[in-house]
């Protein structure tokens, strides 16, 4: 591993069902995000974690839940998607340097229908 | 409440200059970033400011002036690859985040 993985690449997903994006780091930085970036409203933080064993809600946190089980892990989950989460999620890390640069995964594009 | 705004797109020549500008009002300041994005890939780091002043780092410089909310991104010697958007983001008093919309840089031959 090498940064930041994501998965799924992309996602087509039906209305109702559950999903879970995953993020894997292998950069040991002590901070992780989750955001979505939809057209014209810029990038928008759904949940972070400042540390292994914590969580925070972000802008959006409403139909998604985290966790953080380990410093390399966080899990993003969907219970029950609705269209409205169709949207390309960035899973980001912070923690190397001194002024709290994020690094970016390569995202998730996921499509509720 | 919080808010960041950057031009949607602007349109440049290759070999010109351009200066992409971002106003801020936050909940507390820690530093603004400027990050490139190119489509369909993840944003990546260009520069950090936390004090007053510019910073140059090759072709492309970052002011910052906190007394007025504003910075700018300066971009020299276009080049076709700097075709990206390009994001604004200021650290607020929770050292979250606050991202502006984007600023779309179409570069022209």
Redesign the interface.
Known sequence: IAGITQAPTSQILAAGRRMTLRCTQDMRHNAMYWYRQDLGLGLRLIHYSNTAGTTGKGEVPDGYSVSRANTDDFPLTLASAVPSQTSVYFCATSGGSSYNEQFFGPGTRLTVL | GQN?DQP?EMTATEGAIVQINCTYQTSGF??L?WYQQHAG?????LS?N?LDGLEEKGRFSSFLSRSKGYSYLLLKELQMKDSASY?C?C?DSN???I????TKLIIKP
């Open positions: 960041i949607t820690n530093g970033f890939e993840a944003p990546t780091f950090y936390v994001l983001a650290l050292y979250q985040l991202w502006g919309a984007g």
